[in-house]
């Protein structure tokens, strides 16, 4: 016997976004649920948020019987804004995020090369590349509760009570 090929993309997560009701309408037309599109407790934005719940639910149990990919196809077709949700090592990996420019390599404190994340909006008046290491942890915990309006003795408390911890 011959087992049937597990689909490796089926189950996979996307974000999808439909805020607007001409969007919800064109979600419902693409997964052929026009049957949602006039249930009342999917009827409006106020509606559908009421029975979220439900709806992630049906949504869910809907989108299940699709593959990633078919489903992005379907989707992006449509005009349905909606995005592959990648892991860590994915998104590493992603051709179009390293063209941008997002995927960056940059030197740590300890003058190791790592990858690193770069802000994915461009500004025409700010630098596309990082400019330094994100900081060790703890580094930072005093200037930053400086900056909230703690003193001097409330962050030793803090410190005492092990609530925050600091690279000095």
Same mark, same amino acid.
């Given at each position: 016997?011959?087992?049937?090929?597990?689909?490796?993309?089926?189950?996979?997560?996307?974000?999808?976004?439909?805020?607007?009701?001409?969007?919800?309408?064109?979600?419902?037309?693409?997964?052929?649920?026009?049957?949602?599109i006039e249930?009342?407790?999917?009827?409006?934005?106020?509606?559908?948020?009421?029975?979220? #719940?439900?709806?992630?639910?049906?949504?869910?149990?809907?989108?299940?019987?699709?593959?990633?990919?078919?489903?992005?196809?379907?989707?992006?077709?449509?005009?349905v804004p909606?995005?592959?949700?990648?892991?860590?090592?994915?998104?590493?990996?992603?051709?179009?995020?390293?063209?941008?420019?997002?995927?960056?390599?940059?030197?740590?404190?300890?003058?190791? #090369?790592?990858?690193?994340?770069?802000?994915?909006?461009? =500004?025409?008046?700010?630098?596309?590349?990082?400019?330094?290491?994100?900081?060790?942890?703890?580094? #930072?915990?005093?200037?930053?509760?400086?900056?909230?309006?703690? #003193?001097?003795?409330?962050?030793?408390?803090? =410190?005492?009570?092990?609530?925050?911890?600091?690279?000095?």
């Amino acid at each position: 016997l011959q087992e049937p090929a597990v689909d490796a993309d089926r189950g996979r997560p996307i974000y999808m976004s439909v805020p607007f009701q001409h969007l919800w309408v064109r979600l419902c037309k693409a997964v052929d649920r026009p049957d949602w599109i006039e249930n009342p407790r999917y009827e409006t934005k106020e509606s559908r948020l009421q029975n979220r #719940d439900d709806l992630h639910s049906e949504l869910d149990d809907e989108f299940r019987s699709y593959s990633q990919s078919d489903l992005m196809d379907i989707l992006l077709d449509a005009n349905v804004p909606a995005a592959e949700v990648n892991t860590v090592e994915q998104a590493l990996r992603d051709q179009h995020l390293q063209a941008r420019g997002t995927i960056q390599t940059i030197e740590d404190s300890e003058g190791d #090369d790592v990858r690193a994340v770069a802000p994915p909006i461009r =500004l025409s008046e700010e630098p596309e590349t990082l400019s330094s290491a994100p900081p060790e942890l703890g580094e #930072d915990s005093r200037e930053v509760l400086r900056e909230c309006g703690y #003193d001097e003795d409330e962050i030793e408390s803090l =410190l005492a009570e092990g609530v925050i911890q600091t690279s000095s």
